[in-house]
């Protein structure tokens, strides 16, 4: 059998991060990481396969919906006999997008039979007291994610006081009770991801491919962005734009872009990418807000 862990998360939370660390912690291992977006730019994949190349990307939806879980369960059927001819797999690490509802995870291996050859081991769901104790009353997911979770790992706990971490996690024990927490920052946790696996008689049910919660954008940059006036848009939109990432270009390369709940990093990317666009994930019941926010990025409103 074949252990099969889910790392949770909403937006931002830190999930390619800690993915990034688990690279380095199972580096004697033979694993397959599969990185999973709801947007249809693949900016995550690109990222952890600079580390690893055992990496598989599924963007443009969450595995656990209508739209993407066919494509989901055929790669996971493909993982042996892809990467397990010189060796068998060993692992199989899956970072959902952060919309994904896991809930439905144990049927669906269940369904397909794939339970006869994967075991799922450990859920981990990373959360950011920042967005956490606002987000968790609007989109049920994030809930659902935690409800799933075997451990939370309790994020970004550098940037905020005792007061609001304590608060936080009352909330995930109130959701989840006896559910293992742990503080961290950047996700620097040591966890056995690929421990015995154990039954936990979840329930869900497939999502549908259009989740009213969320709005997807893309948006081509093709000229360098002007950090001040960038920063100064995004106040105005803090309250409706979950995420935006990729990569834009800049005065000597490459830059890679976040944003979150949890403010604006710019940051060198490794290597020069081909491809300058960003992935934006907007509330869905304030599209026209998001929308106009995304036209005056493509209107040049925030170039430099």
């Not at 293992?180 to 690929?194: G, H, K, P, Q, S």
Request: hydrophobic fraction near 40%; charge should be negative.
């Amino acid at each position: 059998m074949t252990a099969l862990s889910l790392v949770t998360g909403f937006l931002g939370s830190g999930k390619t991060t800690y993915l990034r660390r688990l690279v380095n912690q199972y580096r004697d291992r033979r694993l397959v990481f599969l990185v999973n977006e709801f947007s249809p730019v693949d900016i995550d994949g690109p990222l952890l396969g600079s580390v690893e190349d055992d990496v598989l990307s599924l963007p443009g939806g969450s595995i656990f919906c209508t739209c993407l879980v066919t494509e989901f369960i055929s790669t996971l059927k493909s993982i042996p006999e892809r990467f397990g001819r010189e060796a068998p797999v060993e692992g199989v690490i899956i970072e959902a997008s952060g919309i994904a509802n896991p809930k439905v995870v144990e049927r669906m291996l269940r369904e397909t039979r794939l339970d006869e050859h994967y075991a799922l081991s450990t859920i981990v769901t990373i959360v950011d007291p920042g967005t956490f104790p606002v987000l968790r009353h609007t989109l049920p997911n994030i809930v659902a994610q935690v409800e799933a979770s075997d451990t939370v790992i309790l994020n970004k706990v550098d940037v905020f006081d005792a007061k609001t971490l304590e608060s936080v996690e009352e909330d995930l024990r109130r959701i989840h009770p006896g559910v293992r927490i742990v503080r961290a920052t950047y996700c620097e946790v040591a966890l056995d991801v690929l421990a015995m696996p154990q039954y936990r008689g979840l329930e869900g049910e497939y999502a549908p491919c259009a989740d009213p919660n969320y709005a997807r954008f893309t948006v081509k940059v093709p000229v360098p962005l002007d950090e001040a006036r960038l920063r100064a848009a995004l106040e105005g939109v803090r309250t409706v734009l979950f995420r935006m990432k990729g990569f834009v270009p800049g005065p000597s390369g490459s830059l890679y872009l976040d944003y979150s709940g949890s403010g604006l990093t710019l940051a060198p990317a490794a290597e020069p990418h081909p491809a300058h666009e960003l992935a934006i994930i907007a509330s869905g019941p304030r599209y026209e807000e998001a929308r106009r926010f995304v036209e005056a990025l493509k209107r040049g409103a925030c170039n430099a």
